[in-house]
């Protein structure tokens, strides 16, 4: 094909701006590409701009407008190959889905409620311990965070009686076999400190006894839930009855002992209440075919920083290695003491009935509630539950209404019109 002479070919009909090279054509070679390529990108150039002498400007304009026309060429068949693959999976989609067989009918009904084919036989395990009866906390020295006395800690009591109650018979609902009460120690607040003596509003005497004679109420009210009721009764540190360094020696000549001693002479008629004192530091019981270790948990070594878990580890790992030598060993173990309800691994730390105390205030302890635990042991898995019995916000007791000194003859009476009910 033959060409116009240069700037002499006619003017394109497309554009009206750009002259023709090519003989017997109507349109310019960018019409042929983009006919719309002089308003690419907003960029307007008029009929005037482009005339047989072009400026340089408007050989910059006319490049600007080519690149933008190719780059826009490019996106716009980018697109349609990206819509064509999506067609193309849509497509591929729609012809497996349509060539699954059909599911059956029967499949897509809701199953069937299963009835349970009986109650499933959990042992349940109260950690009862750091009672502290005759403690005061004053309401005023820990600024209104908590208070305890000897009617709180009844209070207290028989709210923990409730809560055990409805956790077991309307929460777990399993089927219980016996009831174990582990007696943690500390049941007094005791003599060890003098200001137990100097600021305590209740003899170490009434505590032991009025104490012991609540304590038996609470146990002889539960076994009229289980078949058995096993109290182990542990002496802890508060009870000594020397001021200073513990003996090494007749480690169960202590409050605590007298205190449980006098609650097995109450209970010896219940043939459902098994009392269980050991004499030493620490005593290993059988709970759903598993292997508790019970100890107060002062024996645990001193512990770095205030963290008791350094100490929790060492002395767990100590008495693993004296049962070991007797030829048995523990699956876990369980104490008290530090007042702050924790775990480590199988070693479970219960909480206490006061809470946080002017000691701790002094001390700028982390604030702890009071508690006590419920656990569950099941005998092929072993611990399968745990609740924190909270005992802050305990409603007043309306059973337990003992008075702090009262005379032997007035606390039997009470504590008979008590289990009479």
């Known amino acids: 094909m033959s060409t116009f002479p240069d700037g002499k070919g006619p003017i394109c009909s497309v554009c009206k701006r750009r002259r023709l090279k090519d003989r017997g054509s109507k349109q310019c070679g960018l019409c042929r590409v983009d006919p719309e390529w002089f308003v690419t990108n907003g960029i307007a150039i008029d009929n005037e701009e482009l005339s047989e002498e072009r400026t340089p400007e408007q050989d910059v304009k006319l490049k600007f407008a080519q690149e933008a026309a190719t780059r826009y060429r490019k996106l716009y068949e980018s697109s349609i190959k990206k819509d064509a693959e999506e067609e193309r999976l849509y497509v591929l989609f729609k012809t497996t889905i349509d060539s699954l067989p059909k599911i059956p009918r029967v499949l897509n009904k809701a199953p069937s409620i299963r009835t349970s084919k009986g109650k499933t036989k959990e042992t349940p395990l109260l950690a009862l311990g750091d009672l502290h009866i005759g403690q005061i906390i004053n309401k005023a ?121 006098i609650m097995a002479q109450r209970l010896c008629d219940n043939k459902r209440v098994e009392m269980i004192l050991p004499e030493a530091v620490f005593t290993v019981i059988d709970v759903a075919k598993h292997k508790i270790l019970i100890s107060h948990g002062q024996e645990l070594p001193p512990s770095p920083m205030g963290i008791p878990a350094y100490s929790m580890n060492r002395a767990a790992g100590g008495y693993q290695e004296v049962l070991r030598m007797a030829g048995t060993h523990f699956d876990y173990w369980l104490f008290g003491h530090i007042h702050r309800p924790m775990e480590l691994d199988t070693t479970i730390a219960n909480g206490c009935f006061p809470g946080y105390d002017e000691f701790a205030v002094g001390r700028l302890f982390k604030p702890i509630r009071p508690m006590q635990k419920l656990i569950g042991f099941h005998e092929q898995h072993g611990k399968a539950w745990e609740y924190p019995i909270r005992l802050d916000g305990a409603p007043k007791a309306k059973r337990y209404r003992f008075e702090h000194d009262m005379g032997t003859s007035e606390v039997l009476d009470m504590a008979n019109e008590i289990e009479s009910k």
């Open 141 to 261: 020295a820990t600024n209104g965070i908590n208070e305890y006395n000897f009617d709180i800690f009844q209070d207290r009591l028989e709210h923990l009686e409730n809560r055990m109650l409805d956790i077991l018979f309307s929460h777990q609902r399993s089927e219980y076999p016996e009831l174990v009460i582990a007696g943690i120690g500390d049941n007094v607040s005791g003599t060890i400190h003098e200001e137990l003596q100097k600021h305590g509003a209740q003899h170490i005497i009434d505590q032991v006894y009025i104490g012991a004679t609540i304590v038996s109420v609470f146990i002889n009210r539960l076994s009229a839930h289980f078949p058995k009721v096993r109290f182990i009764g542990m002496s802890g540190n508060h009870g000594r009855v020397k001021v200073g360094k513990p003996e090494s020696m007749n480690y169960w000549k202590n409050y605590d002992r007298l205190f449980c001693s």
